[in-house]
């Protein structure tokens, strides 16, 4: 049935300027002119704190392109002109019937984009790049995702589909078999004959772990040689801000090797430099002398094996970098360029150079600052044709309040990384980060964001025990893009509203069990988690504390904040002046009830402790301008008895274009509920829209969000009354008859008089 209600408007347009921003250029490095035909330097990760720059060559962390004005390839944070590494890349070398060969990326690279074929390297192809999917990406709105190269090697699922680590992936494959490009001054060997397929991720987290890139290299030998005393290393310039007071160490225990900065204040991070590290968490597999040793391999242990660690590590300084291909092999191998062994400070024979503890100023340390190189490595090894290698790595940063806590606080994050490790990278993700509309008036500036993150669950009892919900919006402001913000305000679930929404989902009770599952007790399901606690590792204090990693105020989800005052220091907001926010979901683990779980002081509850996972921070500018800069509209009536409305709301101007929109009333067949739709020029753009609370929560399309809204919930004015909006309903004698009293179809659900038909009063 149609209802014969129709909204009508017409979008108007006003034309927007954009800035962009450029960041200051660092010379005084080697950059190789030979770069191949189709070389895809402009894809990078960026979904947490970090941004690294991934090539189909080999190299990592390099920008020699200079997208984004510098051509050092890993800021952090991201967002800031900050970097922490100039240049990466992969090395691999190994002996064929005596003989050393090399394959290097090291700023240029021996290696070329695409898989090899028939025992060699293939022509430059368009698809021979670098791949990057998202979660929540599908072949609709990702053409990497529709594209994905599975016939080049990328990882697939049981379905076929994009097989997605982390929260956002970057895919390439390349090889070394192209005699005419093994000519770095480090190398310049026949080829090995190898193809590596190349997996770069990252998980959308603020903690530890979005200050984490997971790298996993899939070696093949398809040259056809034995590939003997192979060593594979990953070979980083760090640059920590600035190139000159760099250090470098390692931590054999974790094998991680890592860079910091001298004593002093850095050019770039001042007082409290960064540490960056690489970890090998997966190094080759051998076989073992135990047969009750496992190996990690492809996500399965495999018994009688075991995956080398790093085997050595070693440094050198800007000016003494290899000039031979024996040179590179002898430093893979722990060695002196000569071949010499290496010699600790204390005469000791070794692999590891700087392998003692800065923060604690013993073992054996690196001094004398300067512009380093460090190389990590792993083996030896032997590769059979057609044999596989998998190794999995990962860049760490992190950062105290100095120069030696920031060490600890690498370890942290590294130790972090290594239980992600360990589970297969099958751990939550943190809600959707919603789109955020800003928009400035006079005096004034509207946030308003999507509703992406509602209805979001991840259940991941069976192998870490959590049941992660949705929980609400944490509203940040900051001084700059990249900082430092304060979070400003949260709106979160009221309890019962969350327990209405997700009590299908994950149930509404949780059965607890004690380690040999002889007792088990059946507990209700909290729903009310205003504070959330979590012990963290402090670096600057030695140890961990707890805090309140979220405190709710149980107000109820908004979509919408407008406001004529800064946040930050209470003053008005002035007029073309940029001003800085991030909309941050977050989720809860539901399952945490136990007295494990609970954080008491006395006899007072104080909140759960647990780990929230609060996606990381999207910056976005709104400015103040006059009123006019902005539109809203209500649209015009022109049929049916209604007396609701519709709001025009103008989130993207660029999307937006001049056409004739209509908002049509219907009811749906199942149960009679009234739906409408949005038409553009009579086809229907939504349709079935059941929304018509009035909030900031409906569909967008074009840049416009269509607010349609019933009659406010007071009691409706009947259509032939001039003076008020009550009529008689009953009489001394009874009941009239029909009644006029009807039920409201908008989302308040309360009742209304009129003098017309049932329904007539919306």
């Known amino acids: 049935m149609r209802l014969n209600k129709t909204f009508i408007f017409l979008v108007c347009l006003a034309l927007m300027t954009s800035m962009a921003w450029g960041l200051s250029h660092q010379t005084g490095k080697v950059q190789s002119t030979n770069v191949s035909q189709i070389l895809d330097t402009r894809t990078y990760l960026d979904k947490n704190k970090l941004l690294a720059f991934i090539y189909n060559d080999g190299n990592f962390c390099y920008d020699n392109a200079n997208v984004l004005g510098k051509t050092d390839g890993l800021y952090f944070p991201r967002g800031s002109k900050k970097t922490v590494i100039y240049a990466s890349g992969l090395w691999v070398g190994a002996k064929v019937d005596g003989t050393t060969r090399m ?361 870490l025990g959590q049941f992660y919900c949705f929980e609400g919006y944490n509203i940040y402001q900051a001084e700059s893009p990249t900082g430092p913000w304060t979070r400003v305000a949260t709106y979160d679930y009221e309890p019962s509203v969350m327990q209405r929404v997700f009590e299908d989902t994950v149930g509404a009770n949780i059965v607890v069990c004690n380690e040999d599952s002889t007792s088990c007790d059946t507990i209700a399901r909290p729903w009310d988690f205003t504070k959330i606690y979590q012990d963290v590792a402090n670096p600057a204090k030695g140890g961990s504390e707890r805090i309140i990693q979220q405190a709710g105020t149980n107000s109820g989800l908004v979509h919408h904040l407008s406001f004529s005052t800064s946040f930050l220091d209470g003053g008005p907001i002035i007029n073309n002046r940029p001003y800085y926010f991030a909309v941050a979901p977050y989720a809860v683990d539901v399952d945490k009830v136990t007295s494990e779980d609970s954080f008491f002081v006395g006899q007072n509850f104080e909140g759960f402790i647990s780990e929230p996972l609060e996606n990381v921070l999207v910056p976005v500018t709104a400015i103040g301008k006059s009123s ?86 007071d009691i409706a004015p009947p259509a032939d009354a001039s003076n008020g909006g009550v009529i008689e309903t009953a009489t001394a004698d009874g009941t009239i008859d029909p009644d006029n009293v009807f039920w409201s179809w908008n989302s308040t659900g309360e009742y209304y008089v009129s003098s017309d038909v049932p329904g007539s009063g919306y």
Not at 218 to 238: A, H, R
Not at 321 to 347: A, I, K, R
Not at 348 to 367: E, K, N, Q, R, S
Not at 694 to 705: P, Q, V, W
Request: charged residues 20%; aromatic residues 12%.
């Open 628 to 713: 006019g800069a902005v539109f809203i509209d209500t649209a015009q009536h022109v049929s049916g008895p209604s007396q609701g409305m519709a709001i025009v709301e103008y989130l993207n101007y660029t999307d937006t274009t001049a056409d004739d929109y209509e908002v049509v009333f219907d009811t749906t067949e199942t149960d009679g509920s009234v739906v409408w739709d949005l038409k553009k020029n009579g086809a229907v753009v939504l349709e079935d829209q059941s929304n018509q609370g009035g909030g900031y929560d409906y569909e967008i399309y074009n840049g416009l969000m269509v607010r349609v809204m019933g009659p406010d919930p």
């Open 103 to 463: 394959a290097v990326a090291e700023f240029s690279s021996e290696f070329v984009p695409g898989p090899m074929a028939n025992g060699t390297y293939q022509d430059d192809q368009a698809s021979f790049r670098v791949y990057k999917i998202n979660r929540g990406d599908d072949a609709n709105n990702n053409s990497d995702y529709a594209n994905w190269p599975a016939n080049q090697g990328a990882p697939v699922d049981d379905l076929g589909n994009p097989a997605l680590l982390g929260d956002q992936m970057c895919w390439t494959v390349f090889n070394d078999a192209d005699p005419a490009k093994h000519r770095n001054t480090a190398a310049s060997t026949a080829p090995l004959g190898v193809e590596i397929q190349e997996s770069a991720f990252a998980f959308g987290r603020s903690g530890a772990l979005g200050q984490v890139i997971f790298l996993k290299f899939l070696i093949i030998n398809k040259g056809g040689n034995t590939l003997e005393d192979t060593y594979v290393s990953l070979w980083c310039d760090p640059d920590l801000g600035g190139a000159s007071d760099d250090l470098v160490g390692c931590d054999t225990s974790l094998s991680l090797g890592y860079c910091y900065n001298d004593a002093g204040s850095d050019n770039t991070y001042g007082t409290a430099p960064p540490a960056v590290g690489f970890d090998f968490f997966q190094g080759p597999i051998v076989e073992s002398d135990n047969p009750n040793d496992s190996a990690k391999f492809r996500g399965e242990w495999i018994q009688g094996y075991r995956n080398l660690p790093m085997t050595s590590f070693n440094r050198y300084i800007n000016g003494t970098d290899p000039h031979s291909y024996s040179e590179s092999y002898n430093y893979m191998q722990g060695l002196e360029p000569t071949g010499e062994p290496l010699v600790d400070n204390n005469g000791d024979t070794t692999t590891y150079f700087f392998a003692g503890d800065p923060v604690t100023g013993t073992g054996w340390l690196d001094g004398n600052s300067a512009d380093r190189r460090f190389m990590m490595s792993s083996g030896p090894f032997t590769m059979e044709p057609d044999d596989t290698q998998e190794v999995v790595a990962a860049i760490c940063v992190g950062q105290g309040a100095n120069r030696l806590s920031s060490i600890t606080a690498l370890r942290t994050v590294d130790l972090q990384a290594q239980t992600v490790f360990d589970q297969n990278f099958d751990i939550p993700s943190p809600p959707p980060t919603p789109t955020v509309y800003t928009r400035g008036y006079d005096g004034k500036i509207d946030l308003v964001w999507t509703d992406s993150s509602i209805n979001y669950v991840q259940d991941y009892r069976a192998s």
